[in-house]
Structure formats: structure tokens, C-alpha cells
């Protein structure tokens, strides 16, 4: 009896502790559960520092982040490069903020940086390219031979940073070539310049070695407009008026053939295109200096797609541009110098035709350098990559409809 | 044991109320023209034979910029910007002992950019409250670091306000008083001018500005005998003084002010470059004209108290001197070339760099200004440059330079 009693209870005491390690598995399993389900403290710490808050709000929050993350070390920088692809303009301070001072905590250690994976994460151009440049400044630091390992094949990078470089290359290259091979490395240098100044330097080459070089096309100039005006601008008090053709630009319906009372008598619609390089359209040469005076002017822009996509301008009059009649920015300012993409405006475009409308401003200043009255205006990626308009949307063999574009028979 | 004689006391009771006040004392040069934002390094020894040997050391910075350096507990502290369109921002933390560099940051402009190419993105000089550094730029991106240069708080106000740029570069520096860094951010476009807390970053108080170009920084009214501290925000309307904490004007001068050099304050008295350079005395709250002298126009440079003079730089490189009591040119030098910064007035001489980079000693007297030494650093040079601990330090176009006796 003893022993049978004995038997039950070994059975029993086997059963309590069968269920006490099942009941320990389990808990376990819902704690490894609930670790997994909860992201860990580098994880947390840059999604905090990605979502950095604007006018400075939630900056001790973004400390504490900025904390864990540097005391996480070496572990922490890719989740803190990756982070930048997400994260806002604020945040992504942050996180350069977080890497640098970990890469330095690194280095001041002589601990090595992770070089394979950050290599690796530079050459994926699905990454940031603020992330990727930060890597490769980072890692060329430390390494003379990496500007002439990776520059090369970033011609066409995402990065304008990563392009210059690489077209750069290539210009000291054609500097000691001659001929056709002097040629050829300038056309290579072209196909990823965006930049101003390099875009010069090339097209000087290359006409100079009888090549075409359609500067303007390279940058995704628009070069024809439609234009209307003067209208009343004196005491810079046109600038608040929305003239006629200002209601039908933001009622997208620009009547071509209307006429309006100008500042000068009735206006209206002209053709305008310039042949400039940097496609300057220059009112006070092509038409006349009104001083004064506010001028419209619109044209199309066919998108193959919706796109979201950026539009640079300089102008040194006061401006208002509108896309598909909202109105996308305005600078009431006056002759504080123009340049090549003083403004960038990112806009959304419709897939078929877009219009791009314009107001310009010139006020009574007498001084010589007050003058211009002009303005350029690109299409263009994020990059700086000029964007050309896509093919004419046609429907039925009939071209799509517009306010400025009556259609017809393709 | 002998008694102290009464100079000693004298001398021990002035230390006293130096290190009380703080602000006072020799060592720290911890905003744009100085602690009290009027170009004096009071309590500074510097080298006024100036020569080759009295180059302590140059460190290499990483871009441009027109900033000055400000000095910080042994550690000087200077902006730069890079890259094809200065969108790479920089703060950069040097040994003022050895002039190694600490350590760098760097940061991407969330504003716009383009300046004059005289100018950087990095013009405004840094602040310092101490404990903090706070780096401004033209892009108007905001940030304040802690002085091994971790990030405590960032505002792109160029992001928050897109319209208050220029395109020829914004120049105005911040200065910090008690708990509120103060900007100036003043534009044809938008203008406004904004009371930062210095430990969260958030907004204190904003008020809008004369909207116009505007490349002055504020200066201050250091809180004195019981009267609070105020600052001064210039504009081309004139002079508003502002209590820092609040934002609230205390007292308004509009009879118009430069848009370029800013006023300075001396023992009390305003000197605002307006109409030429006129002195203010202020009350609790409104401001009385002392003196308008319109033969004595600053450039760019502000003008500085030295001594009883007003001094001022003109357009064409001639140092005028001016009595405080009058306003009255009493002497004129001639000085070569042309000036962006901000002279620096310590111990009975004055330091100036001219923007070829011929740094010039000069001894102004009640009579006549003479030229004590000068020296050709050879740079591009358009900063303010700030003073520490018997250094000069100047930043060029590509370096930050030590100027101290030789050891």
C-alpha cells in the first residue's frame, strides 16, 4: 500500500512537475513572445530620433534617444544609417549626430568601424544617399583608397554629392586626354553632371570640339511660355491683386484668346520662347521693362505619370507659381540677386498635362543693378536631374484637351 | 603680519566684483563681438607687437565662413559650411591651448542656402551660455550642442519659416542672455525675431519685424543696478529694446538704423549707427538722443567704445574716432584696405583685420590713433575675431589663427 500509495504520489509529484516545467516553458514562451513583439532600445532609439518633432518640441525625449543610441556603439550605426530613409529633416540631424559621435567613440578607441556592411550599404543606392555620403565620408576618413574604389561607378548615383565627385574624376581625366578619347570623357562626364558650374566647364569642351551640347534640354528647362501683361504693379501694390488671368489660373481655366485690361491699355497672350542655355526668360529684353508692372505667364508640362517631382527657379523679381492652378509658393522680394535653382519647389504632377503658371513682379527701383526683370524655370528629380515632359497624352488620335491647348487631330 | 596697503585692497575688492559679476572677468568670448556683445576683451593681455612669431598655431577648418570664433573654457568653438551648394553645416571645437581640434560635427542646412559669394552660409558667429554652444546659419538652421558636442535640441526655423531668407545670405548672430538665446531673422520676404528657450529649444516668444533685408545682430544692455537686461534688435525702422525673457519692447528709437553694422553699448549709452552714428541714453522705457553725428558713417564693421572715443571704420579703411561726450570726429587713420569684422578693444589698443588678412595693432589716444605693429596672415579674413586668455583668434577663409605673445 505504501509503495502503491508511494507509486501515486512519485506519479503525482511527476505530473506537478511536469506541469511546473510546462508552465515555465510557457511563461517563457510569452516573455520571448513579448521581447520579440517589443523592439529593442537601438530600434526605439531611432525610430524617436526619425520621427524628431519641428519648433524644437520633444527634444528631451530626442536626448534620451540620442543617449541610448551613442551607448549602444558599434551594434547601433546601420540601424542609425537605415533610419535616415524614414525620418524627417529634424531627425535626420539627430542621426548624423548619433553616428558621428559613435564613429568618433570608435575611433578615439581604436576600435574599427563594421567597413564590409557599411561598404555594402553604400553601394545600394536604395539606401538614403545622405545615409550613404555619411558612411562614405565616415570610412574615407580612414581610407585613401575608397574615393577611387567606389567614385568611379556613381556617375548616375541618386546623390548629387556621390556625382559630382564622379564627374569631377572624369574631368581631371579629360584634362590630360586629347582628341576623341578627351571628347568621349566629356560626353560620359555630361550624361551624370548636375551641377551648374561642371555642366559649363563641359559644354565649353565639347563645342569647342564641334559637339552639340542642348544645355537646356540637360537641365529640363521650360522654354515655352505664353505671357501676358503688364498689369499695374506701382508701389509694388500688383503683387496682392489677382488680375484676371490670375482667377483663371487658379480656376484652371486660362482662356488663350482672352483679352484684359493691362496697365497700358487692353493685353493679350503672346508666344514667348527663349533660346537661352539656362533658359532665362527675359522680359525686359523680349518684350519691355515695364517698370512697375506684374506679367502672367503659363505653360504645359505633360507628365507620363503622377509623379512627385521638383521645380527650380531664379528670379530676382517676386514671384507666385502655381501647378495645375494651387498655388505651390510665393516670394514677395526684390533684386537680392538671381541664380541657376535659387528656389525649389517639389510639387505633385497629374499624369497628362500639367500647367505651370507664373507671376512676375518688377518694382520701381532705379539703381542699374534693379533692372532685370527675367526668370528660369526647371523641371527636375531630386537629384537635380532635368526632367523633360513626357509624350502628348492623345486620346482617340486626339490630343488631351487643355485650358491652353484646344486639342486637334494628332 | 603686514597690512594690506590700500591699493592691494582696491585691487582685491575690483577682483571681487569682477568674478561676482561674471561676465566681467578675462577668459570666456562667448558671443559675436564679445560676452556683452560690444567688442571689449576687458581683463585681456594681447600681443600688440604683432610678427611671424606671435602666430601660436593655425588649424585647418573643414569649409568657409564668415563666423567668428567664440571661446568657451579653453575650447574655442567656429561654424563653417561646405559643399557645391553649403548645405554641409559644421561646428567645429578647438583646443585654445594647442589648437587641436577637439572635435567636428556636421549637419545638413534645412533652409535655404544661397548666399553672396562673399559671404557663407556659415556668417552668423556662434553663442555660448556656457555650458551650451548654440550655432546659427544663414539657412536659418538653429543648433545647440553641449560642449563635447552632443546634440541637445535643433531648429530648422528656415523649414518653419520658408519664406524668411534672402538669397544674398542672412548674417545675423544669435546672442544669449540668462535662459533665452535670441535671434534676429529678417527678410524681405518675412521677418520676425524669436526668444528660444536655451535648454528645450522651444519658442519663448516671436514677434514679427519690419519686413526688409536685415544683416544686424542684436546687441545687448547688460541687466545692471537693478534694471533688466534688454536687447537691442536693429532694423532699418531704428532700435527696439526688448526684455529677453518675454519678447515685451521696452522702449522704441525710429528715427532709422543701418542694416548692416549693429549698435554697441557703453557704460550705459547706445551707439547706433543711424544717420552716421547717433548716441541713445536709454530710460525704463523710452530712449533719449544724446548726439547725432552724421560725418561718421560705419561700413560694415560696428563701431567700438574705447577709452572716450567712439570709434568707427568706413567704407574706405579710415579709422574715425569720434568723443563720446559729442559725437565730434577728433582724429582720423588711415588704415589700408577694407573691413567686414568687427575690431576688438583691449587693454588701450584696438585689433583690426582687414579682409586681405593685414592684422593691425593700433593705439588710439585722445589726440590721434597710432599704428603700434601689423602683420600679413596672408588669408582671406572677414570675421569679428574673438579674444581669451591673452589670444587673438581669427578665422580666415581656411583657418582658425592663434595670435599670442611667444612663450
Given amino acids: 500500500m505504501v509503495g502503491s500509495g508511494g507509486g501515486r504520489a512519485n506519479v503525482f509529484r511527476t505530473a506537478l512537475l511536469l506541469a511546473a516545467i510546462l508552465a515555465v516553458v510557457h511563461v517563457g514562451d510569452v516573455l520571448a513572445a513579448k521581447k520579440k513583439e517589443r523592439p529593442d532600445a537601438i530600434t526605439e532609439a531611432v525610430g524617436i530620433l526619425q520621427s524628431a518633432k519641428v519648433a524644437g518640441q520633444g527634444s528631451r525625449e530626442n536626448q534620451r534617444a540620442l543617449v541610448a543610441l551613442t551607448g549602444s556603439g558599434e551594434r547601433a550605426l546601420l540601424p542609425i544609417l537605415e533610419g535616415f530613409e524614414k525620418a524627417t529633416p529634424e531627425g535626420l540631424n539627430w542621426l548624423r549626430n548619433a553616428f558621428e559621435q559613435i564613429a568618433d567613440a570608435q575611433r578615439a578607441s581604436r576600435k574599427a568601424l563594421p567597413a564590409k556592411a557599411l561598404r555594402a550599404f553604400i553601394l545600394d543606392t536604395a539606401n538614403s544617399a545622405d545615409a550613404r555620403r555619411l558612411a562614405f565620408d565616415t570610412l574615407a576618413a580612414d581610407d585613401q583608397t575608397l574615393f577611387d574604389e567606389l567614385i568611379p561607378g556613381m556617375l548616375n548615383d541618386p546623390s548629387p554629392e556621390f556625382r559630382r565627385d564622379a564627374v569631377q574624376r572624369l574631368l581631371q581625366q579629360a584634362t590630360t586626354a586629347e582628341g576623341s578619347a578627351a571628347t568621349e570623357l566629356y560626353r560620359q562626364a555630361l550624361s551624370g553632371a548636375v551641377h551648374e558650374d561642371q555642366v559649363k566647364t563641359i559644354a565649353e569642351a565639347l563645342r569647342k570640339a564641334g559637339e552639340t551640347v542642348d544645355i537646356s534640354r540637360h537641365f529640363g528647362f521650360v522654354s515655352s511660355w505664353k505671357i501676358v501683361g503688364p498689369f499695374d504693379n506701382r508701389e509694388e501694390k500688383g503683387w496682392a491683386v489677382a488680375y484676371q488671368p490670375e482667377a483663371e489660373i487658379v480656376q484652371e481655366r486660362v482662356n488663350p484668346d482672352a483679352e484684359y485690361d493691362g496697365m497700358n491699355g487692353k493685353v493679350r497672350w503672346q508666344a514667348i520662347e527663349t533660346t537661352d542655355d539656362f533658359g532665362v526668360v527675359d522680359i525686359a529684353k523680349q518684350i519691355e521693362n515695364f517698370k512697375g508692372s506684374a506679367m502672367y505667364a503659363v505653360a504645359e508640362w505633360s507628365s507620363p505619370s503622377q509623379q512627385s517631382l521638383q521645380i527650380r527657379l531664379g528670379t530676382p523679381n517676386a514671384w507666385k507659381l502655381w501647378v495645375n492652378g494651387a498655388l505651390a509658393f510665393e516670394r514677395e522680394e526684390y533684386h537680392r540677386s538671381t541664380q541657376l535653382d535659387q528656389y525649389s519647389v517639389t510639387v505633385q504632377l497629374k499624369p497628362g498635362v500639367n500647367v505651370l503658371a507664373f507671376k512676375i513682379c518688377q518694382n520701381e527701383q532705379t539703381q542699374d543693378w534693379a533692372q532685370k526683370y527675367q526668370f528660369q524655370l526647371r523641371v527636375c528629380d531630386a537629384t537635380g536631374v532635368g526632367v523633360l515632359p513626357g509624350p502628348v497624352v492623345v486620346r482617340n488620335g486626339v490630343s488631351q484637351k487643355t485650358a491652353l491647348n484646344k486639342g486637334g487631330a494628332e | ?407
Wanted: charged share 15%; with cysteine; glycine share 10%.
Fill in chain 2, 1 to 407: 603680519m603686514n597690512r594690506p596697503d590700500g591699493k592691494s585692497l582696491v585691487l582685491a575688492l575690483l577682483c571681487g566684483l569682477q568674478f561676482s559679476c561674471g561676465v566681467l572677468w578675462a577668459g570666456d568670448w562667448k558671443q559675436f563681438r564679445g560676452n556683452e556683445a560690444n567688442s571689449v576683451a576687458s581683463g585681456e593681455s594681447l600681443p600688440t607687437e604683432l610678427s611671424g612669431s606671435t602666430i601660436a598655431w593655425k588649424a585647418a577648418l573643414p569649409g568657409r565662413g564668415v563666423s567668428g570664433p567664440v571661446i568657451v573654457d579653453g575650447r574655442v568653438f567656429v561654424s563653417a559650411s561646405s559643399g557645391y551648394t553649403q548645405n554641409r553645416l559644421h561646428v567645429i571645437s578647438i583646443d585654445a591651448e594647442s589648437g587641436m581640434q577637439l572635435w567636428q560635427r556636421q549637419f545638413h542646412a534645412t533652409g535655404r542656402t544661397q548666399t553672396h559669394e562673399k559671404m557663407a552660409n556659415a556668417t552668423p558667429t556662434m553663442a555660448s551660455d556656457g555650458q551650451r554652444v548654440f550655432a546659427f546659419f544663414s539657412s536659418n538652421d538653429l543648433f545647440c550642442l553641449d560642449l563635447k558636442g552632443r546634440l541637445l535640441w535643433y531648429r530648422g526655423l528656415g523649414r518653419e519659416f520658408p519664406n524668411a531668407s534672402n538669397s544674398l545670405g542672412m548674417s545675423s548672430s544669435p546672442i544669449v542672455v540668462g535662459e533665452t538665446v535670441v535671434v534676429q531673422v529678417e527678410s524681405d520676404a518675412e521677418a520676425f525675431a524669436c526668444g528660444v528657450d536655451v535648454a528645450s529649444g522651444e519658442t519663448r516668444w516671436q514677434i514679427q519685424r519690419p519686413r526688409a533685408a536685415n544683416w544686424t545682430s542684436p546687441a545687448l544692455i547688460p541687466g545692471r543696478g537693478g534694471r533688466a537686461a534688454l536687447v537691442l534688435l536693429q532694423s532699418s525702422k531704428g532700435l527696439t529694446a526688448v526684455y529677453p525673457e518675454s519678447g515685451k519692447v521696452a522702449w522704441e528709437f525710429d528715427k532709422g538704423a543701418s542694416t548692416i553694422p549693429s549698435a554697441t553699448v557703453s557704460a550705459g549709452t547706445v551707439y547706433v549707427p543711424s544717420n552716421g552714428l547717433t548716441a541713445l541714453k536709454p530710460g525704463a522705457d523710452s530712449v533719449e538722443q544724446l548726439w547725432n553725428s552724421g560725418n561718421i558713417s560705419p561700413a560694415t564693421s560696428s563701431p567700438v567704445v574705447a577709452g572716450n572715443l567712439a570709434l568707427v571704420l568706413n567704407s574706405s579703411g579710415v579709422l574715425n574716432a569720434a568723443s563720446l561726450e559729442t559725437g565730434e570726429r577728433v582724429w582720423q587713420l588711415r588704415l589700408r584696405g577694407t573691413f567686414s569684422g568687427t575690431p576688438i578693444y583691449a587693454r588701450d589698443h584696438l585689433y583690426l583685420v582687414n579682409e586681405a588678412g593685414v592684422a593691425f595693432v593700433v593705439k588710439p589716444e585722445a589726440d590721434k590713433g597710432t599704428i603700434v605693429s601689423e602683420l600679413d596672415l596672408g588669408e582671406t579674413i572677414l570675421c569679428s575675431p574673438g579674444a581669451s586668455n591673452g589670444g587673438l583668434f581669427i578665422r580666415s577663409d581656411s583657418n582658425l589663427i592663434k595670435l599670442a605673445a611667444p612663450k
